[in-house]
């Protein structure tokens, strides 16, 4: 049966790297024949040019049409005098809660090979396997009201609603569960119930929760404690479960710890496991077009996208395995290159995991 998958390429370095990807999904898609379709459609500043909003009803439709999506990134530098409300950001907020992709899931593994790539000590971090699931459609990112008022003194005041219903941290939750069965069996959920009622609500839904899975571990951290037990002993983690703004910040912080921003691979699920699959760097405007970035990120969603929408989890295995390869061939691109190691391309490194497979 035939498979559609929405190639979205975005901004900055997004054509580069979607590009690599699509030659491992095409490379898998040969060998064994998955029957994969591509269509094809503009997220984000490009759309902004076209179209003059950043997701364009056409977009919309053919992202209902598919099986999954394949996104660069987006945004960048010419389009951030825009307005507020049509932003490049604003398309890929949209696409996220019009498809309900409500469970973002952001795996930071590290890589052997790339111990010495860390800003950290290669012991804390060898062995590292965490497994952040980020509520993707809901918190603060979505919450009303929200914008910019005028007080009567005549002074400026932005504001925003950090608001998360019974449901929304029910789903997320389960979902964390879920994956911690089928893996280190614990659940840690971050939130700041010392100071906001809304993740006061938070923690009172995981500890009901957690009754219906007595297997899995669960335990509770605030946010800024989290982020600093993140660099201390990262170790510690299985899976993290947050909400949509903490979840966005301590995936960047964990992405460090596995040597490059340029390695974290990135689902957005929606209750059926359909799926948007990205990195989760941004689009890189100051290295786009010198063909530099790192497409290892976006091949490992494509991996992700095999696993969770496509229902091929021996091809994730293989493009997972691809990449360890290159790795152990001493295959680097910049944000990785440790000295004695080979300096490739974008493209040098799309071209090698295709060889590896
Ligand atoms: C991410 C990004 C986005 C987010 C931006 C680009 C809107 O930082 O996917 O982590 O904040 O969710
Ligand atoms: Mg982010």
Sequence with gaps: MSKTVLILPGDGIGPEIVAEAKKVLDAINKSGSLGIEYSHGKLGGGSIDECGVPLSDETLALARES??????????????????????????????????????????????????????????VSGLDILIVRELTGGIYFGQPRGIR???????????????????????????????????????????????????????????????????????????????????????????????????????????????????????????????????????????????????????SVAMMLRYSLDMPEAAVQVEEAVSKVLDQGLRTADIYTDGMQKVSTSEMGDAVVAAL
Aim: proline share 5%; hydrophobic share 40%.
């Design 150 to 300: 005028t007080l009567e003194n005549g002074e400026r005041q932005g504001y925003n609603t950090y608001v998360y219903a019974e449901h929304e941290i029910e789903r997320i939750g389960r979902n964390a569960f879920e994956m911690a069965r089928k893996r280190g069996k614990k659940v840690c959920s971050v939130d700041k119930a010392n100071v906001l009622e809304a993740t006061v609500l938070w923690r009172e839904v995981m500890d009901r929760l957690s009754a219906e899975y007595p297997d899995v571990e669960l335990s509770h951290m605030y946010v800024d404690n989290a982020a600093m037990q993140l660099v201390r002993a990262p170790k510690q983690f299985d899976v993290i479960v947050t909400g949509n703004m903490f979840g966005d910040i301590l995936s960047d912080a964990a992405a460090m710890l596995t040597g490059s921003i340029g390695m974290l691979p990135s689902a957005s699920l929606d209750k059926n496991g359909c799926g948007m699959y990205e990195p989760c760097h941004g689009s890189a405007p100051d290295i786009a077009g010198q063909g530099i970035a790192n497409p290892l990120a976006t091949i490992l």
């Design 67 to 124: 099986d999954a999506i394949l996104l660069g990134a987006v945004g960048g530098p010419k389009w951030d005098q825009i307005d507020a409300a049509i932003r490049p950001e604003k398309g890929l907020l949209k696409i996220r809660s019009e498809l309900e992709l409500f469970a973002n899931l952001r795996p930071a593994i590290l890589y052997p090979q790339l111990a010495e790539a860390s800003t950290l000590k290669p012991e804390v």
